[in-house]
């Protein structure tokens, strides 16, 4: 099992691997029991922990990266979700990342994230190695593609016809309009 397996889906508390996908739906294992269910998309979103961003004061930071520094600063005593106070989740958070925007990053955001952390960490997928190659792969490609669009555009030339310029139209037939009658 790898991160970019991870899902997290709405209106489900927790979170899942993605065994499968069809085209009404995801098929996916519950990390905390291992039970597998079927999720239909006309009624959940199915999301994968490797697209969430965190909004910060400059750039917004993917969600594993925010994970990355709850797990350097595992010194410091996390709260409980269930019985802390929203001040020390916003001053724990503060304390391992001091960028969080405080006005668009929810308590009960920081709550989730609580909760995803030690589900992870339960699993041990707290490996972000790869998904950060994945990433600097993928910012390498987008610079490329950037470069390659800088190029002008070849000028695109009217055909003309073979003996003179004349443009020819044709006239379409028009429609028979007539009245209905009604027979009596």
């Known amino acids: 099992m790898d991160y970019r397996e991870i899902v997290a889906v709405t209106g489900m508390g927790g979170l899942f691997q993605l065994k499968a996908t069809k085209n009404d739906g995801a098929i996916v294992r519950n990390l905390d029991d291992n039970?597998?269910?079927?999720?239909?998309?006309?009624?959940?979103?199915?999301?994968p922990l490797e697209s969430i961003e965190v909004y910060?004061?400059?750039?917004?930071?993917?969600?594993?990266?925010?994970?990355?520094?709850?797990?350097?600063?595992?010194?410091?005593?996390?709260?409980?979700?269930?019985?802390?106070?929203?001040n020390e989740i916003k001053s724990y958070f503060?304390?391992?990342?001091?960028?969080?925007?405080?006005?668009?990053?929810?308590?009960?955001?920081?709550?989730?994230?609580?909760?995803?952390?030690?589900?992870?960490?339960?699993?041990d997928l707290l490996k972000f190695e790869i998904v950060q190659e994945n990433n600097q792969s993928e910012d390498e490609a987008t610079a490329v593609v950037e470069v390659e669009e800088e190029k002008p555009a070849k000028k695109s030339r009217?055909?003309?016809?073979?003996?003179?310029?004349?443009?020819?139209?044709?006239?379409?037939?028009k429609k028979n309009t007539k009245k209905k009658t009604t027979e009596e």
């Open 94 to 123: 503060k304390s391992i990342f001091p960028d969080f925007d405080e006005e668009r990053v929810y308590v009960s955001d920081m709550k989730k994230m609580l909760k995803w952390f030690e589900v992870l960490k339960k699993n």
């Open 158 to 173: 009217a055909k003309k016809t073979a003996h003179d310029n004349t443009t020819v139209t044709e006239e379409k037939p």
């Open 35 to 47: 039970t597998i269910k079927y999720i239909p998309s006309r009624l959940h979103n199915v999301t």
């Open 56 to 86: 910060t004061v400059s750039d917004n930071v993917r969600l594993h990266e925010v994970f990355q520094k709850m797990k350097e600063n595992e010194n410091v005593e996390k709260p409980k979700v269930k019985t802390a106070s929203n």
